[in-house]
């Protein structure tokens, strides 16, 4: 069982900028930042696989910024630039099994979420 500790989330005006921190308590070879706006579906956000590959959704790219700790088995996403659209419940996950490591796989690829961390961007 992988445990995963979401922090950093809070309101901020259009423009400026979060650090959210995922905390694992064991590496998977992809993480990943979801996030999920009431009434839409859960979207991937960003990922990391181990080796450092990042991966972004057309959304957020050139925006957010996808880091890891390997030490502390920690995960990162600065979000800069932040927009009302951001506005959303944050995920980390971890995936167990295969791969693949990008935005497009599906929720259900992951096996292990965090309780996540709430982000509103006002304009």
């Known amino acids: 069982q992988v445990r995963l500790v979401e922090s950093g989330g809070g309101s901020v005006q259009a423009g400026g900028s979060l650090r959210l921190s995922c905390a694992a308590s064991?590496?998977?070879?992809?993480m990943a930042w979801f996030r999920q706006a009431p009434g839409k579906e859960r979207e991937g956000v960003a990922t990391?696989?181990?080796?450092?590959?990042?991966t972004y959704a057309e959304s957020v790219q050139g925006r957010f910024t996808i880091s890891q700790d390997l030490a502390k088995n920690t995960v990162t996403l600065q979000m800069n630039s932040l927009k009302p659209e951001d506005s959303a419940m944050y995920y980390c996950?971890?995936?167990?099994?295969?791969?693949?490591?990008?935005?497009?796989?599906?929720?259900?690829?992951?096996?292990?979420w965090g309780q996540g961390t709430q982000v509103a961007v006002s304009s």
């Open positions: 996950a971890a995936r167990t099994y295969g791969s693949a490591c990008y935005t497009e796989l599906a929720p259900t690829d992951f096996r292990y």
């Open positions: 064991e590496r998977r070879y992809c």
């Open positions: 990391i696989n181990t080796p450092g590959t990042a």
